[in-house]
């Protein structure tokens, strides 16, 4: 790969969405932290899948020139991933949702206006 | 004995069967559909009982999701990939834990949870927390364990919002976010073994383990993954704000939830390192998050004045006692003093789990009979209830003497067995430790002292009987194991301590000698 420019992306998405997620005060942005931290998970596992000049594992339509089956790709690191996203989406969506109900009580998006102290 | 091997399976997959058929049921009578809820946890406590017997007697159980030898090795991967159930002592003993915690929460949730407002949404969300529970504790995937801890913190955060307050909304999003930050940490690690192992496999991993430079990095992400979703200090920010505005039998779950993600960390600990890592280094460090986690939790709960946020800082506090004894034996294995009291440290670490498990869940479902009754948390609005609530008082001196280590309750005994351990290893760590213990019963004193003495002051009933059921049922428990702690030491905790000890027993049964 191209001087691991995949894994230094990695890096660079948990970085940020560990920033975002401890030094951001508007809870929207909390949320979009977890899920850039995420999709820096998720893309490190496609990374792991990648081989080169392979070819999905499906063999109607095969390609000519393809030995089966070492020019496969084994999709276990896809499944992961989507997996992975299927559980993110699920999280994201009850995130949004108790933000709203922290909205509709607080009037505010702003972390420090939260209620339980001490 | 009525043994079959599919009862692993059948364990996880019943209550997520149960959990959806629970809103059709609930079409046809609230009653049937309490008494289902209530006959599928009865049934998994069990099947539960059979398999930790089966396990305690005949060694570990495996079962196979999916062919047992199956023909097709794929090209990249070193062993088949299908997922395994693996239950060995620990894993069982987790899963007695949760049954019964489950059960009692759910007895007591008939009264609890007034009707209306989704009370059977509220008892699919029970259900799927049991199975993710469960799931987390009996797996032998790393992957799947992901899988489960993610059905569990999504499960539990539902739950926490269920009465929808701006409190309960709040401490339900702290959890999600620490508890998907916390799995995605786990997600990373797991990414890192398989990038040098091809393997998800728990036994296949540790098998091959060359503890490189990545292995490290991952030890960091999982133990501190773990210990934040247990609430050790200095990640327990949440536990308090989510165990206080849940809903008092969800606290209970809530407290067994945690429980698993220790399970787990021991799990990673123990059997996929094991013997490779610097055991000093790491048991180093989780007594130390052990010591913290016990004193600040106790310094915190004492000046609180919400009963459930006390109570949640106490869970902080006992926490720290697991960690410490397993801490203790974690730093002394390999050397040759692990036998004479290494082992016996850990099984105060391990008894005091289910122990922890049973008090605190008592103590919380009292909390929430007491503010089922007088509406409010706040111990300077009680007063005097002992002349009407007799029975949740008695219940509530039961699981204050048990947590600040009074014989005859189970407290004491996994107490002693820490002091006892400890003060070989350090003479401070049992003083902390005792200390500690006597910072809980004052502060305890003080709880019965403002909620149940005094003049009468509220003109309240005892509770119904189903959430009396639901608290007799965790208090039998206590009496017992504190009556009889050297049958439940050497018949439950031992094996447990010996299975999670024993790395290459739990990589055979997988692999094959």
Known sequence: MIWNVPFITVALLIAIGLYAVMFKRNLIKIAIGITIIESGVNLFLITLGYRKGGVAPIYTNLPSGVKVPEGMVLPVPQALTLTSIVIGVAVLALMLSFIMKMYQHNKSLDSHSRRLKG | ?513
Not at chain 2, 7 to 33: D, E, H, V, W, Y
Not at chain 2, 423 to 444: D, G, H, N
């Open chain 2, 1 to 513: 004995m009525i043994y079959n091997e599919a009862i692993p399976a059948i364990l996880i997959g019943l209550p997520l069967l149960a959990a959806f058929i629970t809103p059709i049921i609930n079409l046809a009578s609230r009653k049937a559909r309490n008494a289902f809820v209530i006959a599928v946890l009865a049934i998994e406590e069990l099947l539960i009982i059979l398999l930790a017997w089966h396990v305690f007697t005949d060694g570990i159980v495996i079962y196979t999701m999916g062919a047992k030898n199956p023909s097709i090795v794929p090209l990249q991967a070193a062993v088949p990939i299908r997922i395994v159930l693996e239950i060995d002592g620990m894993a069982a003993f987790m899963g007695l834990i949760s049954c019964t915690v489950a059960m009692a929460a759910g007895i007591y949730s008939i009264a609890f949870i007034k009707e209306g407002n989704g009370k059977s949404r509220y008892y699919t969300l029970l259900l799927i927390m049991l199975a993710g529970m469960l799931g987390m504790e009996f797996t032998g995937d790393l992957f799947n364990l992901f899988v489960f801890l993610e059905i569990l913190s999504i499960a539990s955060c539902g739950l926490i919002a269920y009465r929808q307050h701006a409190d309960a909304v709040e401490g339900a999003f702290k959890y999600l976010v620490v508890s998907n930050i916390a799995a995605l940490f786990v997600l990373f690690a797991i990414a890192l073994f398989y990038a040098q192992y091809d393997l998800l496999n728990i036994a296949a991993i540790a098998k091959v383990m060359q503890y490189t430079q990545l292995d490290k990095i991952a030890l960091v992400l999982l133990v501190a993954a773990f210990a934040m979703k247990c609430g050790a200090v200095p990640m327990h920010f949440w536990a308090p704000d989510s165990y206080s505005t849940a809903p008092a039998a969800i606290t209970a779950m809530l407290v067994a939830a945690s429980q698993a993600s220790l399970y787990a960390l021991f799990r990673v600990c123990f059997t996929l390192y094991g013997s490779l890592m610097d055991y000093q280094t790491i048991g180093l460090a989780i007594i130390i998050f052990g010591l913290l986690s016990m004193f600040i939790g106790v310094t915190m709960a004492l000046p609180q004045k919400d009963i459930k946020r006390l109570m949640a800082y106490h869970a902080i506090s006992q926490t720290g006692y697991m960690l410490l004894g397993v801490g203790v034996g974690l730093y002394l294995l390999g050397s040759s003093d692990f036998n004479v009291y290494g082992i016996k440290a850990m099984e105060g670490g391990i008894f005091h789990i289910i122990n922890h498990a049973m008090y605190k869940g008592l103590l919380f479902l009292t909390a929430g009979a007491i503010y089922y009754r007088l509406g409010t948390r706040n111990l300077n609005e009680m007063g005097g209830l002992g002349h009407t609530m007799k029975f949740t008082s008695i219940f509530f001196i039961i699981g204050a003497l048990a947590i600040a280590g009074i014989p005859p309750f189970n407290g004491f005994a996994s107490k002693l067995l820490i002091y006892e351990a400890c003060y070989k290893v350090s003479p401070i760590l049992s003083i902390v430790a005792m200390l500690v213990s006597v910072l809980t019963l004052a502060s305890f004193i003080k709880v019965f002292h403002s909620a149940f003495m005094g003049p009468k002051m509220h003109d309240v009933k005892e509770v119904p009987k189903s959430m009396l059921i639901g608290m007799a049922v965790l208090t039998f428990v206590i009496i017992f194991f504190g009556l009889f702690p050297g049958w439940v030491v050497s018949h439950i905790v031992h094996p447990a301590v010996m299975a999670l000890v024993d790395k290459t027993a739990y990589i055979n049964a997988v692999m094959g000698g």
